[in-house]
């Protein structure tokens, strides 16, 4: 079973990705701000991290930019899920290696198949 961590610091967002994803037999941890979310992933190392962008604290730019630089955490595929839909943020967000980028509000189908598809990539690289 596969480890997902929801980083964002609106508690209804965080509490729907939560009820979809559990659905869906994913274990699921929750971070309401970057740095506590960069903790977790320190602790627990996900399979996968869903990150916002505005967040108090540390935004998800800043925690994007940590995992990526860090070897231990770098391949640990890292979802932005937004309301940004500006170019700006997009750019600098694949320049840093982001898997994917998504824009809040968001289709349950399009999230799943996103997370699907990383997970699923990630299970056929450590079969190799």
Same mark, same amino acid.
């Given at each position: 079973?596969?480890?997902? $961590? ?6 209804d ?53 940590? !995992? ?19 170019e ?9 290696? !982001? ?8 289709a ?18 450590? $079969?190799?």
């Amino acid at each position: 079973m596969s480890t997902i $961590l929801v980083i964002d610091d609106d508690k209804d967002y965080r509490a729907g990705f939560t009820e979809v994803l559990e659905l869906e037999d994913y274990t699921i941890l929750e971070a309401e701000n970057g740095l506590i979310g960069l903790q977790m992933i320190h602790r627990y190392s996900p399979n996968l991290i869903l990150c916002d962008v505005d967040m108090p604290v540390m935004n998800g730019i800043e925690v994007l930019r940590a !995992v990526k630089a860090d070897p231990t955490y770098a391949n640990i595929p890292f979802l932005i899920v937004t309301g940004h839909r500006d170019e700006r943020t997009l750019k600098t967000s694949l320049d840093l290696g !982001v898997e994917a980028y998504l824009t809040k509000p968001i289709a349950v189908t399009e999230l799943l198949s996103t997370i699907d598809h990383f997970l699923k990539e990630k299970d056929s690289a450590i $079969l190799l």
